[in-house]
């Protein structure tokens, strides 16, 4: 039994542990992508087509749009 279990970024709900599915995708307030933890291989991909969140104009240098 883990205490802490990872969350899918796009559904939000609990993964056990090695089930779960790593993509690098890209996050609105970084300029790189990064490796982060989804529940399915559909979920990492409509991730990548609707990234979550909005870019801090102020705070992200590389967000031009």
């Known amino acids: 039994m883990t205490?802490?279990?990872k969350k899918c970024k796009y559904?939000?709900?609990k993964i056990e542990k090695g089930k779960e599915v790593f993509a690098k995708v890209k996050v609105p307030e970084?300029?790189?992508k990064?490796?982060?933890a989804f529940c399915s291989e559909?979920?990492?991909e409509l991730y990548e087509k609707c990234?979550?969140?909005t870019p801090s104009r102020s705070s992200?240098?590389?967000?031009k749009e």
Do not use: S, Y
Request: net charge positive.
């Open 51 to 53: 990234i979550k969140g």
């Open 60 to 63: 992200c240098p590389f967000c």
């Open 34 to 36: 990064v490796i982060k």
């Open 42 to 44: 559909e979920h990492a």
């Open 11 to 13: 559904c939000g709900e």
């Open 30 to 32: 970084l300029k790189d």
């Open 3 to 5: 205490l802490f279990k």
